[in-house]
């Protein structure tokens, strides 16, 4: 695995996400603070989870599969070592090509495996969804 590459874009306001009006009984957006973030693991083309230290990691689901994204490639992010993130708005990573994959969604998740799991029970539940 190598090591993440960060790259902080200083048109970025982080912390700045625009506040979206919610529909009532909806879930408000929750915030992740990452912190630390030293790797990364590629899942597959849709997700890859941070290292945040030796014992975090932030799973990040993006909005398409990312042609470029592989195992071992070397990416870069739009957010520095530490970040808060409610919810990404504009935040992505990049792969070597410079294709932006922007992020849907991050979450804390207790390893690498626990990620694996968490992704394999979401498709199994879209794919019963689509049965239905």
């Given at each position: 695995?190598?090591?993440?590459?960060?790259?902080?874009?200083?048109?970025?306001?982080?912390?700045?996400?625009?506040?979206?009006?919610?529909?009532?009984?909806?879930?408000?957006?929750?915030?992740?603070?990452?912190?630390?973030?030293?790797?990364?693991?590629?899942?597959?083309?849709?997700?890859?989870?941070?290292?945040?230290?030796?014992?975090?990691?932030?799973?990040?689901?993006?909005r398409n599969r990312c042609p470029d994204l592989n195992f071992g490639v070397q990416l870069t992010t739009s957010f520095g070592r530490s970040a808060t993130i409610c919810p990404p708005a504009m935040e992505y990573i990049t792969p070597e090509s410079g294709f932006r994959c922007y992020i849907d969604s991050v979450e804390e998740v207790d390893s690498v495996d626990a990620a694996r799991s968490l992704i394999e029970e979401r498709a199994a539940a879209d794919a019963e969804g689509e049965t239905d």
């Open positions: 695995m190598k090591y993440l590459t960060i790259a902080a874009f200083a048109a970025l306001a982080i912390c700045s996400a625009p506040v979206m009006a919610q529909d009532e009984g909806e879930e408000a957006p929750r915030c992740v603070r990452l912190t630390n973030i030293n790797g990364y693991s590629v899942i597959d083309r849709q997700h890859v989870v941070f290292r945040g230290g030796a014992s975090r990691h932030y799973l990040a689901t993006l």
